[in-house]
């Protein structure tokens, strides 16, 4: 428990270290596995960690894989850590066919209703345990904090920084869920999660946190145009708006024939890491 | 048959497409499945055709997740096709629980024994077949071919431009097998394929023919320092020594601290895009 970890892999890669890591979580009471490359700077000293939160469906794994980040973090100089979307195992209840709920689907919040709230508290496990875990074993400065993420991780990444704007210096998506509240996917999990009083809903929905007062320095988002999920799931007008109205600057770029897979993501991923060193490392 | 092919899935990266594509191949007398990426040059006219040949285990779709060569070919205008490594199905003789013969290990070879020869021809289906299907399905000028490869794809390229230097102009190996007709790991493979008469495996044998009086105007080869099978499966010295005996340059990288993953592959695939882009594009 606590900064206990043990590595699963250890791979060199673009000069630096991609490892995968695994721990017991007392937050989530499950053992959590998680990605984290370490470019070849941090020989010189601590640096600037940059948070990527997966979307719907993956674990750790599928940005580590399919994202293409390591050129870039290695050529800023920039740690990414990139946690599991929700506690597995056993002992944790799922609904296996259900790919919008459970099981990869943890939406960075913290359950509150019986029987989800013992174990999905995502929320808490990245905010506390994960950030004091990396904070203790990586050479991390934790002054320097970015975040971003795909789809629901661009809803975590939001949400987050909105949240904590004391603790990230920036924050950017791609295809992000700007109002899961509202969004058929993802209506279903939030009641079960946090049940059916949706103003509980607006702790953990960027739009909602936006108008309810809370703010980020600005954004940055990308979405592919030809994201099949783009009208009913995402939805970026909505975040547009809000940002907007509460003065809030957002560069959202429309990606055209763009779609919502890591083929998408792995296009802009450098430049959404230049944009955060850019911001983390002046 | 023939020119004939379904599209499985096709997505806009870096620019260009991303395709999967399969046809019924008449050579291997099974489905095959293959991977082209066409970058947004090709909307000018044909591009050069860079073949990358997978290794062990793989499909067309590992070099396709996590080989990162998406931006550079983009960059440098090139089109890559990654093959399967293997004929597959119910049909086709196989040892499933051998990871080093049969689906997954074709070694890109014209089997010639029963019951293998029938399916497992990866020679002729590259060579013949696929390259027809290339040249009539895609924005390709099939005067300007590379090849590179890893590991048993490594040996495959090799092989295929020691045998063909009339069509690939340019040449390169991410840890390739190099004389597999020595190696633990690929003789078993080789014997099943072709027999027990090695004098046959030198048809298939980057060293041997060379050996053999084969020729190219020069490789490039990048070899992990930590790569598990350097000493047993791999032994890039016994090509350096061929490549020096025969007056064929060879540059020869040893990479510190790499492995033989694609975390080590996708680190040197930029310089290799960019090494086969400066021959096919001058």
Redesign the interface.
């Known amino acids: 428990m606590g900064a206990t970890m043990e590595t699963v892999s250890k ?5 630096g270290v ?1 490892g995968v890591y695994r721990h017991d979580s007392r937050v989530t009471g499950t053992p959590m596995t998680f990605a984290v490359f370490v470019p070849p700077q941090a020989a010189q000293g601590p640096l600037p960690v940059l948070w990527y939160l997966s979307g719907l469906t993956c674990t750790h794994a599928n940005v580590m ?2 994202g ?1 980040y ?2 870039a973090a290695a050529a800023q100089g920039v740690i990414i850590v990139a946690p599991d979307t929700s506690p597995r195992g056993g002992e944790v209840p799922d609904e296996p066919d259900n790919w919008q709920f459970g099981s990869g689907a943890g939406f960075y919040l913290d359950a509150t209703q019986a029987p989800y709230a013992t174990h999905y508290r995502m929320y808490s496990y990245i905010v506390d345990e994960l950030t004091a875990l990396v904070a203790a074993q990586f050479p991390a400065d934790m002054s320097r904090q970015g975040i971003f993420g795909h789809s629901m991780g661009g809803h975590g990444a939001l949400t987050l920084a909105l949240k904590h704007p004391d603790r990230f210096r920036s924050c950017s998506a791609f295809a992000p869920i700007v109002q899961p509240s509202t969004a058929d996917w993802s209506r279903p999990a939030l009641e079960k999660y946090l049940g059916t009083d949706e103003s509980a809903w607006r702790a953990y929905d960027a739009v909602a946190l936006i108008e309810d007062g809370k703010r980020f320095p600005e954004f940055l988002v990308d979405q ?1 145009g ?1 994201d099949p999920f783009l009208d009913t799931g995402l939805r970026p007008q909505l975040l547009a708006d809000a940002c907007r109205e509460a003065g809030i600057p957002l560069t959202l770029h429309l990606r055209e ?3 919502h ?4 993501i ?2 802009f991923m ?1 430049d959404h890491i230049a944009w955060h060193a850019a911001r983390l490392c002046r």
């Open positions: 791979a060199k890669s673009h000069g991609q894989e399919k293409e390591r050129a592919g030809a024939g763009y779609d897979s890591y083929f998408f792995s296009t450098a």
